[in-house]
């Protein structure tokens, strides 16, 4: 478990003083689901730009990669087309720590 320090301005201290933890695990939750959709939401958005490369050399990025043609556009689409699978991955593994904290 972490322990999170949340930090107020002075003229909302007596509100917070009479809150309990669930109003702050609640609003957690909140920003939360704002994330995963957003995630989601991106996801989608690579994985449609993912597809592109696929349907145009007809293979998955682990294919092309272990054949990229040697041209510039065969190393910039490599590039371009690295940079999607990663950030596609590394949402995907942020969105699975979010959905482990919505329970």
Known sequence: MVEVTVKIPED?????AETD???YVEA??????KRMADSRKRI???KEKI???ENTYGKSF???SRSV???????DDWIDWSYLVHVANELGN????????LG
């Open 12 to 16: 909302l201290k007596d509100i917070a």
């Open 69 to 75: 043609p040697d041209t510039f556009a065969g190393h």
């Open 51 to 53: 597809a592109i490369y």
């Open 62 to 64: 682990e294919e092309f």
């Open 28 to 33: 957690l939750k909140e920003v939360a689901r």
């Open 44 to 46: 989608k958005e690579l």
């Open 21 to 23: 933890e669930t109003i």
């Open 94 to 101: 942020k969105a699975e720590k979010l959905k482990t904290l």
